[in-house]
């Protein structure tokens, strides 16, 4: 297979042409291959049409995320960046889990005062003062 769009880059080594459903054609590059300093490209067109980031290969991106699956599978992304890339996500994913746990005491603590708040307005015989 070959690339559809121009890409002049000499760091790059082109991964595959890809379409996925909804979303431009693109041409799928690995730049600086197998160091620590990788990164991958999805070039949609001529010029600046293109796109690119390790940090969007998380999920952010599903045409970046695609691309940096291909060059793992490949031997293209050194072990340390993966095992980077996850440390990043599962630190992300905590701090997420963290927000969610915060927000959810809050409107348990609200949901408390408005039960605290609803058992002043009832008498003890169940009727509504």
């Not at 949609?44 to 695609?66: A, I, K, M, R, W």
């Not at 959810?104 to 009727?127: N, Y």
Request: aromatic share 10%; proline share 5%.
């Amino acid at each position: 297979m070959k690339p559809k769009f121009v890409h002049d880059c000499p760091s790059c080594e082109f991964i595959e042409h890809y379409h996925l459903e909804g979303k431009k054609p693109v041409d799928l590059y690995v730049c600086n291959p197998g160091t620590e300093h990788v990164n991958i490209i999805a070039r949609f067109g001529e010029d600046y049409n293109y796109t690119s980031g390790l940090l969007f290969c998380s999920g952010l991106n599903p045409v970046l995320t695609y691309g940096y699956e291909q060059a793992l599978k490949v031997g293209k992304i050194p072990a340390s960046v993966e095992r980077e890339r996850i440390a990043q996500q599962f630190d992300r994913q905590k701090s997420e889990l963290a927000t969610l746990v915060f927000i959810e005491k809050k409107i348990f603590s609200k949901v408390m005062d408005w039960a605290d708040e609803v058992k002043t307005l009832i008498d003890p015989a169940g009727e509504i003062k």
